[in-house]
Nanobody, 124 residues
Framework: QVQLVESGGGRVQAGGSLRLSCAAS????????MGWFRQAPGKERELVTA????????YYADSVKGRFTISRDNAKNTVYLQMNSLKSGDTAVYYC?????????????????WGQGTQVTVSS
């Protein structure tokens, strides 16, 4: 069992930065692929970025490449999402998710555990 708690969301002006954190409980955190999803009102939940258990492989959606960076600290059971050059289109609820896998998981149904979400609002 893994419990995930996100933090770091908020309101920022376009061009600004935010850093999201996702703290996980459980001693097997290092075995999980970790992903950040987002969901805007009226839209489907989409994968923003993901990282393998080792941190050796990452995935980014085209819309965030070059602006967002995912990282993880297995000793602290925490995954981070650094978001720079934020745009109004990044406004959404951001969810952290964990899936037991060696590689990258890209579909929501592939993830086993979810956080409660944190709101990110980018004003233009």
């Amino acid at each position: 069992q893994v419990q995930l708690v996100e933090s770091g969301g908020g309101r920022v002006q376009a061009g600004g930065s935010l850093r999201l954190s996702c703290a996980a409980s459980g001693r097997t955190f290092s075995r999980y692929c970790m992903g950040w999803f987002r969901q805007a009102p009226g839209k489907e939940r989409e994968l923003v970025t993901a990282i393998t258990w080792s941190g050796g492989t990452t995935y980014y959606a085209d819309s965030v490449k070059g602006r967002f960076t995912i990282s993880r600290d297995n000793a602290k059971n925490t995954v981070y999402l650094q978001m720079n050059s934020l745009k109004s289109g990044d406004t959404a609820v951001y969810y952290c998710a964990a899936g037991l896998a060696v590689g990258i998981l890209v579909k929501p149904y592939e993830y086993d555990y979810w956080g409660q979400g944190t709101q990110v609002t980018v004003s233009s």
